[in-house]
């Protein structure tokens, strides 16, 4: 048994409403003698057929949330619950949003990470990874009209893992958490303009033992699967994940696998000026899965799936503070159960649950309810 299935059993065998409040550099306020200000509350249980929430975001026209469900919990041996996506009302109803088109070949939808286009349509990640590794991943276009998705297309073809996806200006930015390269653990970041996608075909990416070849691959990096300080992760290795922009136009990616933060610098004519390593902070933050950048407070919200907990990294310099950890629990009440996704809607940080266990995660088992709790950040304040 592995050290951290030992250590999250004896979490999970203290109760299931266990929180860390030795955190130590929190991000204030300190906690007081009441419940602390960033305890989680819920804001919507999902029901079955929404059981592996993924990627969220606001629709800037209209103030309601799109949720991506993919499901991925049901639909290993048979498609249960078919992909689709979901979304909160500003009065935080629960409702339909549109249906996922199945790949051809798996027959499954897989709706991860998604963003809204200059144009005002919804641009998803559909992961297809979890049914078939050989580049069957794709974006897809959601049409929306008046706020209704009235169609949907395939834009891009050939990614691996399609996780996150942010658009900047006319260009949308796509991770692939896996290359698959036999000499090292590679993952990246794709960039495909508007205009290519305005083709009427499908931009085809290339394979990935050609991905040097390939000028929609704009950054690479490697998961070392080293020991982020706490043993049970080593061999993860899964790389590129959530992605986000700062107010000044640099591209940030977390690593999922080393749970560190890359981040991505732009020459003026949109070529890449640098890829680094911007942020590692072990033990602290192990896992780097969605991001998203509070421009108010100058910050990146992080979920850290392996801590059960919201991270804040803060810019320009990189500290990291926690903003909210607990133990292993099954959501209930809002508790995070897996976190995988923030986003704000004003001063509510949004996070979706994704509740799919696999080793080295506190999260050990799938679980009812299957929830998106929100956070008040507004009594938010930067470190000293
Ligand atoms: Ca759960
Ligand atoms: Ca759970």
């Given at each position: 048994m592995?050290?951290?299935?030992?250590?999250?059993?004896?979490?999970?065998a203290m109760g299931s409403a266990v929180v860390f409040?030795?955190?130590g550099d929190k991000a204030g306020p300190a906690p007081g003698a009441g419940a602390d200000p960033f305890q989680p509350k819920l804001l919507i249980a999902c029901g079955d057929d929404g059981n592996t929430p993924d990627g969220v975001r606001l629709n800037p026209k209209t103030g309601d949330m799109i949720v991506a469900c993919p499901n991925f919990n049901t639909n290993g041996k048979e498609n249960k619950h078919p992909g689709k996506l979901m979304k909160i009302t500003r009065d935080n109803q629960w409702e339909f949003f549109a249906d996922m088109p199945a790949h051809p070949e798996t027959g499954r939808a897989g709706p991860m990470g998604m963003d809204f286009g200059p144009d005002g349509n919804l641009y998803v990640a559909d992961n297809q990874y979890f049914y078939n590794k050989e580049h069957k991943s794709r974006l897809i276009r959601v049409r929306v009209q008046d706020g209704k998705a009235i169609g949907c297309e395939v834009v891009v073809e050939g990614f691996k893992l399609a996780n996150a996806v942010m658009f900047k200006g006319n260009a949308v930015f796509v991770s692939d958490?896996?290359?698959?390269?036999?000499?090292?653990?590679?993952?990246?970041?794709?960039?495909?303009?508007?205009?290519?996608m305005n083709q009427g075909q499908p931009v085809k990416l290339l394979p990935?033992?050609?991905?040097?070849?390939?000028a929609h691959c704009i950054a690479t990096w490697e998961t070392l699967c080293q020991d982020p300080g706490v043993a049970h992760r080593q061999g993860e290795k899964a790389g590129a994940d959530g992605l986000t922009f700062d107010a000044e136009g640099n591209l940030y990616s977390g690593n999922f696998g080393d749970g560190v933060m890359h981040k991505v610098a732009f020459k003026p004519d949109g070529s890449v000026a640098a890829c680094t390593q911007f942020v590692k902070d072990w033990p602290r933050m192990t896992c780097v899965d969605g991001i998203f950048y509070d421009a108010k407070r100058n910050c990146i919200y992080v979920a850290d799936s392996e801590k059960n907990a919201i991270q804040v990294v803060w810019l320009p310099e990189g500290k990291v503070t926690t903003l909210w950890e607990n133990a292993d629990t099954d959501g209930s009440g809002g508790l995070l159960d897996q976190p995988c996704e923030p986003a704000l809607r004003g001063d509510e940080l949004i996070v979706v649950n994704f509740d799919m266990p696999f080793p080295g995660l506190r999260n050990t088992a799938f679980d009812k309810p299957y929830?998106?709790?929100?956070?008040?950040?507004?009594?938010?304040e930067?470190?000293?």
């Open positions: 592995k050290t951290s299935l030992v250590v999250s059993l004896m979490l999970a409040t030795g955190c958490t896996f290359f698959d390269l036999p000499d090292k653990a590679l993952s990246g970041i794709y960039r495909i303009g508007l205009e290519e990935k033992d050609q991905f040097a070849q390939d929830t998106i709790s929100v956070i008040n950040v507004s009594g938010l930067r470190p000293k």
